[in-house]
Antibody, heavy 119, light 111 residues
């Protein structure tokens, strides 16, 4: 059974960089695409970006200038960095796997971690 | 890429059926057979209920079904049960440059 677990600071100051890590167990990060998705309090889901272990990443165009997703294959982890954060970046951040042959649906999710942007 | 459009709310009595629509464009819903649906209970992570328009992951009851016509996809929940009360989000593949777009979400209430 694949499991994902997000970790990182729950509070980030405005203009600083948000950093989160997703640890994957029960499956290898070298297969499938792995994404970050966020959900502001009381609002809908927003896809942030995905990575493939070989280094090919795609980001949401609306966040592309501020997002970096990296992988640590030996640790079966991938990470999110979002720079120059504002209060609008306050959200629950999820990591998720795009599974099945098409890799167009998120079949496994982490429990989510709330990140608040505030001074 | 704009969010896919869903009705804010839908409701039905236990045992009845409810259908949720998800409207996009020819660049997402209408262009690919890659629509998925997620159920989210308060404080929980989303759960995949339907993928590739109408396929159900293992363990999802067959009361949940999906379909698509043109630029609009639909999720039908038959035989509504109390535990089906949740928020539901659709998602569609939207091309290689911005592959995943979500819907605005629908709150389903079991009366």
């Amino acid at each position: 059974q694949v499991q994902l677990q997000e970790s990182g600071p729950g509070l980030v100051k405005p203009s600083e960089t948000l950093s989160l890590t997703c640890t994957v167990s029960g499956g290898s990060i070298t297969t499938y695409y792995w994404s970050w998705i966020r959900q502001p309090p009381g609002k809908g889901l927003e896809w942030i970006g995905y990575m493939y272990y070989s280094g090919s990443n795609i980001y949401n165009p609306s966040l592309k200038s501020r997002v970096t997703i990296s992988v640590a294959t030996s640790k079966n982890q991938f990470s999110l960095r979002l720079s120059s954060v504002t209060a609008a970046d306050t959200a629950v951040y999820y990591c998720a796997r795009a599974g099945y042959d098409s890799q167009t649906a998120f079949d496994y999710w982490g429990q989510g971690t709330l990140v608040t942007v505030s001074s | 890429q704009s969010a896919l459009t869903q009705p804010p709310s839908a409701s039905g009595s236990p045992g009845q059926s409810v259908t949720i629509s998800c409207t996009g464009t020819s660049s997402d819903v209408g262009g690919y057979n890659y629509v998925s649906w997620y159920q989210q209970h308060p404080g929980k992570a989303p759960k995949l209920m339907i993928y590739e328009v109408s396929k159900r992951p293992s363990g999802v009851p067959d009361r949940f079904s999906g379909s698509k016509s043109g630029n609009t996809a639909s999720l039908t929940v038959s035989g509504l049960q109390a535990e089906d009360e949740a928020d539901y989000y659709c998602s569609s593949y939207a091309g290689s440059n911005n592959p995943y777009v979500f819907g605005t979400g629908t709150k389903v209430t079991v009366l």
